[in-house]
């Protein structure tokens, strides 16, 4: 009686290509202009809370796309789950 060994291994190209390039700008909407402290910034200082604001927006962009891909993982597992439960 020979046992068989099943490796579980992911294709090799699962990633998928970025929804956005880094070369794209992203549309991100002016921030605190209705924001009264804002008035009180000097140049320097806004160019350095645009650059700020900026990387925010990139973060936020780079977090849902994780969020996503773990939300697909799960959805995956439970599927699997449930089909090893005989629940369809």
């Known amino acids: ?3 068989e060994v099943v490796k579980c291994t992911a294709p090799t190209a699962v990633q998928t290509q ?3 390039s880094c070369n794209e700008p992203i549309r991100a909407e002016p ?5 009264a402290w804002l ?3 000097n140049q ?9 604001h900026m990387r925010i927006e990139r973060k936020k962009v ?4 994780l969020i996503g891909q773990r939300q697909t993982i799960m ?4 599927k699997r789950m449930r089909r090893a439960r005989g629940r369809n």
């Open 18 to 20: 970025r929804k956005t």
């Open 75 to 78: 959805n995956r597992c439970i």
């Open 62 to 65: 780079a977090l849902s796309e």
């Open 1 to 3: 009686m020979q046992m």
């Open 31 to 35: 921030f605190g202009l209705a924001a």
């Open 44 to 52: 320097l200082e806004v160019r350095r809370l645009a650059k700020l």
């Open 39 to 41: 008035h009180f910034a």
